[in-house]
């Protein structure tokens, strides 16, 4: 029996999100990565400026975690300087939890080791993907600088990287008129 080649639908990933009174629930299926780090954020934010204070993301069915998507999780943590926000990672894979590491994640957001359930509420899947340039640019900048200021190692591993795209970013803001979005 021949094994499929993984192919763009295979390499893909989407988030299910939910929110209480108390948390936003998030669930990654497949990649964690720059494509759903968008609208994971968007959808955090509005729980965060409505005093929601707790992200609690499931890696259970999660296959991969790119640097954007662990970097968006770590800016959550000094969101718009205001109170603080607490990220927690359960059900993490062993190569989730080695991606985690790599960055230094595991020493800034609470991972637990034990299995957890999340709570019964109705998760609804986020959108996926851009919505304009400037905005991908912006986010996976942030992402690398929130990665930089968790661990001093990240610096030389992500600076030249965040250099290239302040000035992607400011290519972008000069140049971003309605047809090249």
Request: hydrophobic fraction near 40%; aromatic fraction near 6%.
């Given at each position: ?12 990933g ?7 009174k ?5 669930r990654?299926v ?13 959808y955090?934010?509005?729980a ?6 707790n ?5 259970a ?12 999780l ?7 300087g205001?109170?603080a926000i ?5 059900n ?19 991972v ?17 993907g ?6 991908r ?22 600076g ?22």
């Amino acid at each position: 029996m021949l094994k499929a080649a993984p192919g763009p639908r295979r390499m893909a990933g989407h988030l299910e999100a939910a929110r209480t009174k108390e948390a936003v629930y998030v669930r990654v299926v497949g990649l964690g990565n720059f494509n759903n780090a968008g609208p994971l954020r968007e959808y955090c934010e509005k729980a965060f400026n409505d005093d929601i204070r707790n992200v609690i993301v499931d890696l259970a069915h999660c296959t991969g975690l790119d640097s954007t998507f662990m970097g968006t999780l770590m800016g959550f943590i000094g969101f718009d300087g205001g109170p603080a926000i607490a990220v927690t990672v359960v059900n993490a894979t062993p190569t989730t939890m080695r991606a985690m590491s790599s960055l230094g994640l595991p020493k800034i957001l609470h991972v637990k080791e034990e299995p957890i359930d999340f709570p019964d509420c109705k998760l609804t899947r986020l959108r996926e993907g851009w919505q304009d340039k400037r905005r991908r640019t912006l986010l996976i900048r942030d992402a690398h600088v929130a990665l930089m200021k968790a661990d001093k190692e990240n610096e030389t591993r992500f600076g030249p990287f965040v250099e290239a795209l302040v000035k992607e970013a400011r290519e972008v803001l000069d140049c971003d008129g309605p047809g090249d979005k």
